[in-house]
DNA sequence: CCTTAAATAGTAATGATTACTATTACCGTT
DNA sequence: AACGGTAATAGTAATCATTACTATTTAAGG
């Protein structure tokens, strides 16, 4: 893999973001910095970065790709209210999850959990 | 709401169904009853059937939109062999969400858990 | 400073879903 | 049974996120 600007400042983008940035959301941000940054490369290196464990690709039902800085296991929560995506740092929901594994005897291997509701902020 | 036959057919479709259908399985199901009904109609009514509470609209992260008889809160298990869906009814994940939103002083009001993994036909 | 392949910009294609519009058909009223 | 209003439909176009394609640019090793 070889340097590039783009993904420097993409990459730069997403370590800065706290609020799970979509693809088009980083490629705006991209463009104060190079005025003419396809959104294609912002996709491809996107996908490269969360392949590669740099960063995390994540999707919560009914709504587009997010990307996210933080790497380790988590749940996102959505507010109705303000549209804030809020991390949900939760290790007793994967311990949760393998009771349900043994339970349904079936081998989960991997969740995805979005939740949805109105945050601290906005009650 | 009037009576329609495109409705009843696709009605009887979903009700008739144990395979979790996307729109699209519908419309081709419903097109050797009524050979050119229009996939908009099909969307249409199976949009219309979900929010009367008739059927269930759902999704899984990372799929697209696929429609249920149960419409009962469960979850589904997608098994990456044999591309199943799978029903988890399960009444305890509920009251662990349940539990996270107090944790978390969010009100957590609906909740959307996809797992995957493998299934047991297929170990 | 050359060369070569990786990366890019710009554009086109894809696929699921929704929107639009002229036509059809359900159904209450004569 | 015919009529008229209007909901529902068929067929098509539009939308939007994402991926694919391609000619051009650029990183970086010799």
Redesign the pocket.
């Known amino acids: 893999?070889?340097?590039?600007?783009?993904?420097d400042v993409i990459l730069k983008i997403v370590l800065d973001s706290s609020d799970h940035p979509?693809?088009?959301m980083v490629y705006n941000r991209a463009r104060k910095e190079?005025d003419?940054?396809?959104?294609?490369?912002v996709?491809?290196?996107l996908?490269l970065l969360s392949e590669q464990g740099i960063i995390k690709k994540f999707k919560i039902v009914g709504d587009?790709?997010r990307f996210d800085k933080t790497v380790i296991t988590h749940s996102h929560f959505v507010c109705k209210e303000c549209g804030k995506v809020i991390d949900i740092m939760e290790d007793s929901l994967s311990d949760f999850i393998k009771e349900l594994s043994n339970k349904t005897n079936a081998n989960i291997e991997r969740y995805e959990v979005s939740l949805f509701g109105t945050c601290s902020h906005c009650q």
């Open positions: 893999m070889r340097n590039s600007k783009q993904r979509t693809a088009d190079i003419n940054i396809s959104l294609g490369t996709y491809r290196n996908n587009i790709e």
